[in-house]
């Protein structure tokens, strides 16, 4: 940078302790330092043309993230202290966070060392220091949320092994090969699909049913997480609109592969994003939104206001949005449905909604809930009641893309599944979608790698030729104890117990609090 006698401006001073920190080698050649930046298909013509996202210096992130640590780690001690689980809605809630800890925070985990390889991968400096301070803010995420759900996990069942889970348990492979696609992808690739389709794209309907979930239903911990965390999602949110408008301005060429990343990468984050329009719907004693005004707000209005911006650089909405559009009003029900039969091998407790719950569904979806679901929760509440609560013994066929049971429904048709298959090099292969279909005909090389947990399970690769000893062996899930339906469960006699309603005695309630 040619330094005049004039003063640095605010941009001009922060490249100049970024990128004129670096410089152009001799020694080495610049492709044997950075040899991830070529082989996608993109173009990068000029890295000097990056804007940096944000300008913060190290001393700068110091202070101003300590100041935010010292004011979170003050609150989780004083929720400790205080027993701040006590005062939340009801200890169904807690199952959001059993789901939170063993799907989600293992992702903080991922993404930390994900931007920890981008930010040594692109010659690019601004980029690399955009990318390393994601990377650390990452950390943090990971290291503060087990800090925030230490406490639950002293009183209340399933969370005493979330990353243990992760590798494991059926479900937890969903947000795992989801993060796992996108770090066996390349840099620009990991960058499309989680700097922006996720962190600016999905970001809001991923945090506001848990952090407002947490706000409605009193539990300080988990709300002082995502207070905190709110300045470094800013960040990450302009990193991913900077990334791709980069990309995009860099070569025409760029324009295809970035479509089909987007194509693929909201595909699979709104599959993801199933999990958490559940646990909004379900999981939440206190309501906040349904998952279809969340999707409609979140995606509907401000994703088409971003794809109409991106316009101009050639890019249209991700394919089969008109199908994700058309899920809102039945993903939560089929994916609770699925969870409700399949609790015996998972972490966290079902149950049926009661009346009120019910009550709010219909209003919520007056197109759909009463017509398709309510009969089917009320036959099973039956069911329950007569002793007979309903388990299906037979495990699922899985999704090869997104890895989530082909449960799923066609558009114009929500008795139908949307099941497809194809056949691979003499293999036959299943979907829950076309979506996930196309996305396995583009890369075929690399979905016919994956742990499809259930396939595991009947090779004989998890511990137990029966699912009870997969479950209790292999997962670390213990049985009567964290799995199963929630009333009767050990946590519900624990919680009638703190609530005064009726005295702890049964013994495994006493056991498994030990
Ligand atoms: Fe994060
Ligand atoms: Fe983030
Ligand atoms: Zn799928």
Redesign the pocket.
Known sequence: MAIKNKKLNLKDKYQYLTRDMAWEPTYQKKEDIYPDEQFEGIKITDWSQWEDPFRLTMDAYWKYQAEKEKKLYAIFDAFAQNNGHQNISDARYVNALKLFLSGVSPLEYAAFQGYARVGRQFSGAGARVACQLQAIDELRHSQTQQHAMSHYNKHFNGLHDASHQHDRVWFLSVPKSFFDDARSAGPFEFLTAISFSFEYVLTNLLFVPFMSGAAYNGDMATVTFGFSAQSDEARHMTLGLEVIKFILEQHEDNVPIIQRWIDKWFWRGF?LLSLVGMMMDYMLPNKVMSWSEAWEVYYEQNGGALFKDLERYGIRPPKYQDVANAAKDHVSHQAWSTFYQYSQATNFHTWMPEEEEMAWLSEKYPETFDKYYRARFEHWDKEHKQGRRFYNNTLPQL?Q??Q?PVMFTEKDDPTVFSHRQIKHEGERYH???DG?CDIFKNEPEKYIQAWLPVHQIYQGNCGGADVPTVVEKYYHINLGVDNLEYHGSPDHERWLDIKGLKPLKSSSAKKSAA
């Open positions: 599959r999704c893309v997104c989530i979907f829950c979608s996930c």
